[in-house]
């Protein structure tokens, strides 16, 4: 699990190879998807890139993890 800065209010997690970016204190989730499937991973990085609920460098930090999971998953 990594804490999205700068405070830390959006998590991003692969649980079961399922990789989710959640709201830490709602657990409302931006998105959700299987870290082993290259389209998904893709489709992941876009929705980030469309985001309104996050901000620049929380996306920034939400691509590279996105990249991690999907990378150390297959």
């Known amino acids: 699990m990594a804490q999205l800065p700068p405070d830390g209010t959006w998590l991003i997690q ?6 989710v970016i959640f709201h ?3 657990e409302e989730e931006i998105l959700s998807y ?9 489709q992941a990085q876009k929705i980030i890139f469309d ?3 996050l901000d620049d460098e ?8 996105c990249g ?5 998953s297959s």
Do not use: E, L, M, P
């Open 58 to 65: 929380q996306k920034c930090f939400a691509h590279f993890w």
């Open 14 to 19: 692969q649980i079961d190879g399922k990789v």
């Open 34 to 42: 299987d870290a082993n499937d290259y389209n998904a991973a893709a």
């Open 24 to 26: 830490r204190h709602t």
């Open 68 to 72: 991690y999971f999907h990378a150390h």
């Open 51 to 53: 985001s309104d609920k």
